[in-house]
């Protein structure tokens, strides 16, 4: 079986490697992105499997409008994460994962 390989974007750089190194250990190839540029150009390579998205990315960006709003093509599997609570209206099929999350919680919404 192929290694899932999981786009994480977070503005944050502890929490982004946080979950890194969790991911890691569930077995899966990770690739991190700071900023939603960086996001966009590893989902244009189509070469993203699973997209984990912090829920505020900064700038005035929610990881909600990222996700409905942008044009690249989004993985199968879209996680947002966020420490608020579940947003209203969130997509069908966008898994939503709170903040805190222990790593049982992270396995089960991003493996399938």
């Not at 192929?2 to 974007?9: F, G, P, S």
């Not at 829920?55 to 996700?67: C, N, Q």
């Not at 969130?90 to 898994?95: D, F, P, T, V």
Request: one cysteine or more; charged letters at 20%; aromatic letters at 4%.
């Amino acid at each position: 079986m192929a290694t899932a390989k999981l786009l994480i974007v977070d503005d944050n750089a502890i929490v982004r490697q946080m979950i890194a190194c969790l991911a890691r250990e569930l077995g899966m190839s990770v690739i991190e992105a700071a900023s939603v540029d960086a996001a966009r150009a590893w989902l244009a390579s189509g070469d993203v499997d699973v997209l984990l998205c912090d829920g505020d990315l900064g700038a005035g960006l929610s990881g909600v409008e990222f996700i409905v709003s942008d044009t690249m093509q989004m993985p199968a599997t879209i996680v947002l994460m966020s420490g608020n609570p579940k947003p209203n209206g969130l997509q069908e099929g966008i898994r939503y994962l709170c903040k805190p999350f222990t790593i049982r919680q992270l396995e089960i919404e991003l493996l399938p």
